[in-house]
């Protein structure tokens, strides 16, 4: 039985993620030392402040990365190892950790990656106006037949099949709206706007995607030592020019984290464990196979040595 560890995403982020970690680990504070120094900004400060920088989508995603890697080094200080996990897997953002994990990335490559990443996600957001649309209870042929319908008022596409009934959508403002109108007609009860800078996994993102190509040209991505599972195909991939070409097409393609999952339990994956902050993940796991067993290490108190 195979185990598997898997990274959140944006909107996993709440001002002092990763704070904890750094006052109970030496090796979780030097994380951020090196994040700090790397970015030239102190990325910790924007982490842990009381304000709403934690939120902007620029911080965000240095913030998910660096509080997720700074948490598997605190557990392999405490006796925990490396060596019974068969496959990784991240949500969107996550895909960076789970490389960085798997061995394809260096910690300082993906850090700048991710950095780009979020200010160009961020750029192409106020370049094209947009959002993102939370359908309650939706099936994937519901919110496929929604997006067509209001892709006739701009860019509409489904963004999200993250479990089943957690489906989104996302695109133009003029074309969610239309989304919305049209929900009940297409037996969706509910819809909600999420709070977001922009329709992240959809064509809006396209000039950052035309960004990211460039920047992942110049950065060395080695085979991943154990299973790697990706959002944009929901299947393994091993070698490291497929892997440049996802994480380009990654961020204007729907995040297939459902399909992931399955295909991980088909792996042999019985187990999952998620570092990171908050437990998004496992909630979803929750929703997509209840047979599975999950475990969070969002906070010090989670971990206990050996585990």
């Not at 994956?269 to 290490?297: H, M, Q, W």
Request: aromatic residues 6%; charged residues 20%.
């Amino acid at each position: 039985m195979g185990l598997g560890l898997l990274f959140p995403g944006q909107g996993a982020q709440h001002p002092g993620m990763g704070e904890d970690w750094c006052a109970a680990s030496p090796e979780a504070r030097a994380t951020f030392e090196t994040a700090d120094r790397v970015l030239g900004f102190p990325l910790a400060k924007a982490c842990w402040s009381a304000g709403d920088d934690v939120n902007r989508t620029d911080i965000a995603q240095p913030g998910i990365f660096t509080t997720s890697v700074a948490i598997v080094r605190a557990l392999e200080a405490r006796g925990w190892s490396r060596a019974p996990f068969t496959l990784t897997a991240g949500l969107s953002l996550g895909e960076y950790t789970a490389l960085w994990f798997a061995g394809c990335i260096t910690f300082e490559d993906g850090l700048k990656l991710v950095r780009l990443r979020g200010q160009a996600m961020q750029a192409a957001s106020e370049q094209i106006p947009s959002t993102m649309l939370s359908l309650m209870g939706a099936t994937e042929e519901q919110a496929r037949a929604l997006a067509a319908a209001a892709a006739a008022n701009g860019i509409c596409q489904v963004a999200n099949l993250n479990a089943p009934g957690q489906v989104v959508l996302s695109g133009e403002l003029a074309a969610i709206a239309q989304a919305e109108l049209l929900a009940k007609d297409h037996g969706i009860r509910r819809t909600r706007r999420l709070v977001v800078a922009g329709g992240f996994h959809s064509e809006c993102m396209r000039p950052a995607a035309q960004r990211l190509e460039a920047a992942l040209r110049e950065v060395e991505i080695r085979a991943p030592r154990i299973e790697f599972l990706t959002n944009v195909t929901g299947e393994r991939v091993t070698e490291p020019a497929a892997i440049r070409a996802h994480l380009a097409n990654q961020v204007c393609a729907s995040v297939l984290w459902e399909k992931s999952m399955r295909r991980a339990i088909e792996l042999g994956v019985r187990e999952f464990a998620e570092p990171g902050p908050g437990n998004v993940l496992c909630a979803l796991l929750g929703k997509i196979d209840a047979s599975v067993a999950t475990r969070s290490y969002a906070r010090p108190a989670d971990a206990a040595v050996g585990s």
